[in-house]
């Protein structure tokens, strides 16, 4: 078999590695019995090397349907189904996804194994929160099933556990009951980093609610923002729309491509400031009203390949989450670190999360903030600093995000990282699953 | 509600192939060995496109199983596609006599028994369709896959004659000569990627040369070039290519 080039979506790094697709449980047996060190990888929208191993195993070809329960809303399906399948089919049965990241191309057991986050965090948490029940390949080939009752151990450290007990073949899960596929929005300019943390507690009750930051803006106006927050329409609210007689409109639409990868370098401090200026004029303007679900859950998803605008070196995702009491300070001195060095994040986004009891998942009650950043010479170096800065402040990583921390700054963050270790250990004795992000972190 | 039968309902193409049936709004019943895998490909399609799916357990190798297995149908379908197959390995198959029946009987012996149950049904009922799964591997026999091969040829004549016998009586029966197809089949196997197709574009084309009542089909289209190529290949010249 012939070894391909395979990377996620931060293109950084590139490994070589043997990607075997499985369809079905028989085939992802006979791959784990052969014994060698691998990983599940589904829609590849991790940013960096949680994913990558030199054997993967491709589970995006298990993608079925297995049980719907209309009256509950509960759901079975096989890991490799995407969230845009599930929206596809259920949106227009008027469910949605109890949690869903920024982007839908990603499988329910990535969702599950990263335990992704979204706008709802403070008051749904994450997607691990509604699963129910899971079925789990273990590295002695044997398949079993897992709950918050039966083997609850492996369930929850398999919730947020980088397929690093297992391969999540099935899962079940609820979703959530929606009258429209609309939102009602409104998007609240704010001067800076004092007004919209003020604007998050004042959005607590709101379903949604996330912040976009201009990076570049400077002293009085460190953490000019605009913060959404939305909630879903009912019928009521769309009455007077042009969509009052299509309320569950879905459609996976056709998408703007980025043909190819831009030149290394041309998202420079300069572009980055015109766009964010531009995004905050636009976004101030608009204000609120009622848009489709897809363009407020999913805005970069209508451009396929957006990756790409950072060249093919690729680039690095940085989120970090900050304890509630030094969110205030600590965020202030990452995004003045960040102006100083003018070294301007493409998208910046700020988030407030609500409480989360979890083993390994990244969220915890607080602020958390994701920053792009184009590799280009000196950015490692400066990350390090940002580094220091997040563990000053109580801080920790998200493995999702990682493709670069070391192990000691990564583990400071996990107080429960051990306790992980021996359920892992427990289920894979003999290190089965593992990827290059987990040997980095000597997880594994 | 019309239904379809699908022998062979694991394979890879089977599986697309009933996702266009089901788009199509066919109720389907879906018959193979491993019928806890089956059963999943059932529910899924069940809850996407709201159609009623059976899951039925058959053994294409137990012939005496089949005249039962179709009279117990019921309702008893309007299409009938075979897309059971297998590949063997050759080098096992040349050596070893039960490793080459079961390629034979599984690519010719089993399906022509359960066809012919289906075309006399069919034959009475003076309606249906047959569509049957075969192989370019059967154009002509080459030294790399020539037992696969055989049964396929094997099949094609089948398929050939059956038509010929039922176009009379309202029946219609397509022949289906795909190339690589990206599946499990063919996992481990390097094949050429620019000619590697993927299941769902053959399901399609597949669908399509049913209701546009095909007689022969080569999927994707260019395989019918290549084949009538290899086929004009003189046999002095054939022998010493290692094709």
């Known amino acids: 078999m012939k070894k391909q080039k395979i990377s996620n979506w931060g293109k950084y790094p590139v490994v070589e590695a043997n990607v075997f697709e499985i369809t079905d449980e028989l085939r992802a047996q006979k791959q784990v019995k052969e014994g060698a060190e691998l990983i599940a990888r589904g829609l590849g929208r991790s940013y960096g090397d949680s994913s990558l191993a030199e054997t993967i195993v491709d589970v995006t070809g298990m993608d079925r349907f297995l049980a719907f329960d209309d009256e509950t809303g509960v759901l079975k399906c096989e890991a490799g189904v995407s969230f845009s399948t599930i929206l596809e089919f259920f949106v227009p049965k008027g469910w949605f996804l109890p949690v869903t990241p920024g982007t839908k191309f990603i499988t329910v057991g990535g969702a599950i194994a990263s335990d992704v986050h979204g706008k709802n965090h403070h008051k749904e948490v994450c997607f691990g929160n509604w699963v129910r029940e899971m079925k789990i390949l273990l590295a002695s080939g044997e398949t079993v099933l897992c ?7 492996l369930f929850y450290a398999t919730i947020g556990g980088m397929g690093l007990t297992g391969i999540i073949l099935e899962a079940e899960f609820s979703l959530k009951k929606i009258e429209t596929a609309f939102i009602k929005q409104e998007a609240l300019p704010a001067e800076n980093l004092d007004i919209v943390m003020r604007l998050f507690d004042e959005s607590k009750e709101f379903t949604y609610s996330v912040a976009w930051i201009d990076c570049l803006a400077k002293g009085k106006n460190l953490g000019k923002s605009i913060l959404f ?11 007077n729309t042009p969509f009052a007689n299509t309320p569950l409109f879905y459609q996976n639409k056709g998408m703007l491509g980025v043909p190819f990868n831009f030149p290394s370098g041309s998202l420079n401090s300069l572009t980055i400031r015109l766009f964010n200026g531009f995004y905050y004029m636009m976004n101030k303007m608009k204000g609120s009203g009622i848009t489709h679900l897809d ?9 396929a390949n957006w990756n790409r605008i950072y060249g093919k070196k690729g680039f690095l995702q940085y989120q970090f989450v900050l304890p509630l009491e030094s969110s205030r300070d600590g965020m202030g001195e990452v995004l003045q ?6 070294r301007g994040s493409f998208l910046a986004v700020l988030k407030l999360f609500g409480k989360q009891e979890s083993m390994i998942s990244f969220p915890q009650e607080g602020y958390t903030l994701a920053l792009d950043f184009p590799i280009m010479p000196g950015l490692l170096k400066f990350l390090k600093k940002l580094d220091e800065i997040v563990l000053k402040h109580g801080g920790r990583f998200y493995f999702t995000k990682d493709s670069r921390l070391d192990p000691e700054t990564f583990k400071k963050g996990y107080p429960r990282l051990a306790e992980f270790l021996e359920i892992k250990k427990k289920y894979d004795p003999d290190g089965v699953f593992s990827s290059r992000q987990s040997k980095r972190l000597e997880l594994t | ?36 895998d089956i059963g999943k490909t059932a529910a899924d399609l069940q809850i996407r496109y709201g159609v009623k799916v059976e899951t039925l357990y058959l053994d294409v190798l137990k012939f005496e199983t089949h005249p039962e297995f179709f009279s117990n149908l019921n309702p008893k379908p309007e299409v009938v596609v075979a897309a059971a197959g297998l590949l063997g390995d050759q080098k096992v198959t040349e050596r070893d006599q039960s490793a080459t029946l079961t390629v034979i009987n599984t690519n010719f012996t089993g399906i022509v028994s359960l066809l012919n149950e289906a075309a006399n049904y069919f034959q009475e ?3 249906g369709s047959i569509i049957g799964i075969s192989s370019v591997a059967g154009d002509r026999g080459r030294m790399k896959n020539y037992i ?17 016998r039922l176009s009379k009586k309202g029946v219609d029966v397509l022949s289906v000569q795909p190339g690589f197809i990206n599946t499990k089949m063919l996992q481990g196997v390097e094949t050429p990627k620019p000619l590697t197709a993927e299941p769902e574009q053959v399901a399609k084309m597949i ?3 049913f209701r546009s009542k095909k007689h022969v089909i080569y999927t994707p289209g260019y395989w019918r070039i290549i084949m009538s190529v290899v086929k004009f290949i003189p046999e002095r010249i054939f022998v010493k290519l290692d094709l």
């Open chain 2, 125 to 127: 009922l003076g309606s």
């Open chain 2, 207 to 209: 669908y399509n040369g």
């Open chain 1, 147 to 153: 709950s918050p009752i039966e083997k609850s151990d």
């Open chain 2, 148 to 164: 696969y091969g055989a049964a396929k040829a094997g099949f094609t004549a089948y398929l050939s004659g059956l038509r010929q």
């Open chain 2, 1 to 36: 509600m019309k239904y379809c039968l699908i022998i062979g309902a694991g394979s890879d193409v089977a599986k697309a192939l009933a996702v266009e049936f089901a788009k199509g709004g066919f109720n389907l019943q879906l018959a193979g060995r491993n019928v806890e």
């Open chain 1, 295 to 303: 363009p407020f859950f999913y805005p970069l998803d209508a451009i």
């Open chain 1, 337 to 342: 670190a960040i102006a100083v060095e003018g």
């Open chain 1, 229 to 239: 927050r939305g909630e879903h329409a009912n019928l009521e609210d769309i009455k």
